[in-house]
Nanobody, 125 residues
């Protein structure tokens, strides 16, 4: 069974930075893309960013464009989310997800086969 393990969350002041990491554990699998989503209390889970393994195509939510950067490391099979200029409204539980589906709308939660347990990001004002 594949598990995705996130790390790097925490508490930071507004304007600060954090870097989230996500790597699969368990059996080896090949994904087409990986993404980050977030969910704040009382809100629906929303898309943050995604990246494809082939071609390294990236996608961002408008709310994080220019502040967040998603990247991957093929050798480590790891995806990162560098978050700069953090705002209190970025506070949420952040989830890593992976999909084996190529050529899909990676902004949609239903595209993803595997999900991590999440990591909390709290931005204080």
């Amino acid at each position: 069974q594949v598990q995705l393990v996130e790390s790097g969350g925490g508490l930071v002041q507004a304007g600060g930075s954090l870097r989230l990491s996500c790597a699969p554990s368990g059996r080896t699998f090949s994904s087409a893309a990986m993404g980050w989503f977030r969910q704040a209390p009382g809100k629906e889970r929303e898309f943050v960013a995604a990246i494809t393994w082939s071609g390294g195509n990236t996608y961002y939510a408008d709310s994080v464009k220019g502040r967040f950067t998603i990247s991957n490391d093929n050798a480590k099979n790891t995806v990162y989310l560098q978050m700069n200029s953090l705002k209190p409204e970025d506070t949420a539980f952040y989830y890593c997800a992976a999909t084996t589906l190529p050529n899909s709308d990676y902004r949609r939660t239903y595209v993803y086969n595997y999900w991590g347990q999440g990591t909390q990001v709290t931005v204080s004002s």
